[in-house]
């Protein structure tokens, strides 16, 4: 199975701050790699695909980057509904794995 | 706007089998993947399956052969089964549809259900 290592664990924020996480495959994943949102007592929600496209309707302060085993999502301007866990996954090889995720808090 | 409404039962003693079932409403049902996700404290998020329209069907080797997804193309539904239960196996489990952008590129989980938390307890 492909390990997805992601750092940090938690993160504490504001309103504004630019904030980026990482995300590591055990083995190169091309750019298979999506990352997603989740907001307390919701499922996920994707926000970048293939490693650096923005799905539609998710704002452009998301940004992602990266190829092979490591991969960064990026935050430029936090905004309150922001303050989720992210989650990275890649879809190279079956089983598809998510990373253990990203709790953003408020600081 | 495509929705995913899941419904089973929730609370299950150990060694019983696990049925959820997910109708997909508005949007089609063909050139989909169907998916089936589970999210539990101790595991994080953890892919248990999928299946294309025709039936062929993929599952994550951790199950072994616990797991059978099936689909329903008439009622536009599919369905999770999970054999023999344990407290491990608590969690919240979703499905969500799986798209392909292309041939091979572009694979993500655009909607997901509502989520149906299943607790395994004696």
């Known amino acids: 199975d492909t390990q997805m290592t992601q750092s940090p664990s938690s993160l504490s924020a504001s309103v504004g701050d630019r904030v980026t996480i990482t995300c590591q495959a055990s083995q190169d994943i091309s750019n298979y790699l999506n990352w997603y949102r989740q907001k307390p007592g919701e499922a996920p929600k994707v926000l970048i695909y293939d490693a650096s496209n923005l799905e539609t309707g998710v704002p452009s302060r998301f940004s992602g980057s990266g190829s092979g085993t490591v991969f960064t999502l990026t935050i430029s301007s936090l905004q309150p509904e922001d303050f989720a866990t992210y989650y990275c996954q890649q879809y190279d090889s079956i089983p598809l794995t998510f990373g253990g995720g990203t709790k953003v808090e408020i600081k | 706007q495509v929705q995913l409404q899941q419904w089973g039962a929730g609370l299950l003693k150990p060694s019983e089998t696990l049925s959820l079932t997910c109708a997909v409403f508005t949007g089609s049902f063909d050139n989909y993947y169907w998916n089936w996700i589970r999210q539990s404290p101790g595991k994080g998020l953890e892919w248990i399956g999928e299946s294309d329209p025709t039936g062929s069907s993929n599952s994550n080797p951790s199950f072994k052969s616990r797991v059978s997804i099936s689909v329903d193309t008439s009622k536009n539904q599919f369905s999770l089964r999970l054999t023999s239960v344990t407290a491990a196996d608590t969690a919240v489990y979703y499905c969500?549809?799986?798209?392909?952008?292309?041939?091979?590129?572009?694979?993500?989980?655009?909607?997901w259900g509502q989520g149906t938390l299943v607790t395994v307890s004696s």
């Open positions: 969500a549809r799986g798209r392909w952008l292309t041939m091979n590129t572009g694979y993500y989980f655009d909607y």
